[in-house]
């Protein structure tokens, strides 16, 4: 496993002209023919399905092929400030990292879907609309609030996000972000195949209270891309 | 998903054969999201302590265990719906799910 950086903004996307602090890259990276950028999951399911991420990582690794997992601007060791980022320029972020890594796929996982960039190919692994990930999010930040006593609906809480952004279960998001959560699908025009959970087996690790891991299942959708690259005639070196 | 056979005297009635599913059902969304074996699922009674009781189970856990039940029963749970008493217990769990059914 190797740690290292990749930069936003580096591949021009015209996001504005200041430099930005590189962001995290984590690879299993040994110059391989098959190299794979990971785009994980959002919020909470980043954190419930990071072992089972980098199980898949692991897995790739042992099947000969390379992959990288980026940390997005706002998340993780970042220090850009998550209620700045938006899905449109995660999705850039995503462009960058992928080509400053050379990946030849991508592989998203679960809410990942909705800002993994379509031209390359690739995989999406139990994708979720916007709408549904905000949901839950909306639903949690409701019954938190019930319990200390305040009353909130989801409705005037997303009502009041739209003008203002909003903090949700301790994930400040934009205003901006809230509106493309809103109407973001998982099946979008791209060239990556859908994997439902059902393909793996078990019950999803996003469902978990807490973060769990699953090697079976880390296993199962490595495995899963190693033959379909076979299939795709691209035998790994 | 394993369960013992019921025994009984004479063949369940409709009510009591749906009930049994929709409980079946809801102990195993609880075994997905606490991550335990469907069998410690299955040994749970109307008197298990849920929220309030297992520290996992927190605002974000329930949001998650509310919209899975969802999903899996298709039903549509209100925010206005949700109480204390309906997830202190399994019992108290079941018995919403099975209002909200026979209400659909």
Redesign the interface.
């Not at chain 1, 639903?139 to 938190?144: G, H, K, P, T």
């Not at chain 1, 996003?206 to 807490?210: D, F, G, I, Q, T």
């Given at each position: 496993m190797k740690l290292s950086t990749w930069q936003p903004g580096k591949r021009s996307n015209g996001r504005g002209a200041q430099p930005k602090a590189e962001e995290l890259l984590l690879s299993f990276d040994c110059g391989r023919q098959s190299r794979i950028m990971i785009c994980p999951a959002l919020f909470?399911e980043a954190n419930k399905l990071r072992r089972f991420t980098l199980g898949v990582m692991r897995e790739l690794d042992v099947r000969g092929i390379d992959s990288a997992i980026l940390d997005l601007p706002g998340t993780n060791e970042s220090l850009a400030l998550l209620e700045e980022q938006t899905l449109a320029a995660w999705r850039e972020d995503a462009r960058d990292a992928a080509a400053q890594f050379g990946a030849t796929h991508i592989l998203s996982i679960r809410a990942g879907a909705l800002y993994a960039p379509p031209e390359l190919p690739g995989w999406r692994y139990a994708a979720l609309d916007g709408a549904?990930q905000l949901?839950?999010?909306l639903?949690?930040?409701?019954?938190?609030q019930?319990?200390a006593g305040k009353a909130l609906?989801?409705e005037k809480l997303l009502e009041e996000g739209r003008k203002n952004g909003a903090m949700l279960?301790g994930w400040s998001l934009s205003a901006t972000m809230l509106a493309e959560l809103e109407t973001a699908r998982a099946h979008t025009p791209s060239q990556h195949r859908m994997i439902e959970h059902s393909e793996i087996g078990g019950?999803?690790l996003?469902?978990?209270?807490?973060p769990?891991e699953s090697g079976a299942q880390s296993a199962t959708l490595a495995s899963m891309i190693a033959h379909s690259l076979e299939d795709a005639g691209e035998a790994q070196t | 998903m394993s369960s013992k056979p019921i025994a009984r005297g004479k063949p369940a009635s409709d009510g009591e054969a749906r009930g049994h599913h929709t409980d079946m059902i809801l102990k195993q969304i609880l075994a997905d999201v606490l991550g335990i074996s469907s069998e410690d699922a299955m040994a749970l009674t109307p008197e298990s302590g849920l929220f309030g009781h297992l520290p996992e189970l927190d605002s974000m856990a329930v949001a998650g265990l509310l919209t899975e039940i969802e999903d899996r029963f298709d039903i549509v749970i209100e925010d206005d719906d949700v109480d204390g008493e309906m997830l202190e217990t399994y019992g108290g769990l079941m018995a919403f799910v099975e209002a909200k059914l026979a209400a659909d």
């Open positions: 909470d549904k949901s839950a999010m639903r949690a930040q409701v019954l938190s019930r319990e609906t989801r279960s019950a999803g996003w469902l978990r209270a807490e769990g | -």
